[in-house]
Nanobody
């Protein structure tokens, strides 16, 4: 059974940094594409970044140059380093992966950026 557990969210001032973590079980982070999404209540879930099984990364234009997705070298984990945070980055951030055409999501971690 695939499980994803996010952590690392919190309250930060604009311009600050946070590092989100996603610990996976039932799936190998190094063998599967993994992604981060975010959602503001009342709005559609938005894709943020993806890391492929080969380690290639892609980031949404809205976070490019500020956020960096990566995988852990020793833990079955994925990370999102978020720098230069803006109030519009406030959202619940979700870890995502797909296996055999089924999508898996974590429970989410809240990020709040104050101006």
């Amino acid at each position: 059974q695939v499980q994803l557990v996010e952590s690392g969210g919190g309250l930060v001032q604009a311009g600050g940094s946070l590092r989100l973590s996603c610990v996976a079980s039932g799936i190998s982070v190094s063998l599967n594409a993994m992604a981060w999404y975010r959602q503001v209540p009342g709005k559609q879930r938005e894709w943020v970044a993806t890391i492929t099984s080969t380690g290639n990364t892609v980031h949404a234009d809205s976070v490019k140059g500020r956020f960096t997705i990566s995988r852990g070298s020793t833990k079955n984990s994925m990370y999102l380093q978020m720098n230069l945070l803006k109030p519009e980055d406030t959202a619940i951030y979700y870890c995502n992966t797909a296996l055999f055409s089924r999508n898996y999501w974590g429970q989410g971690t809240q990020v709040t950026v104050s101006s």
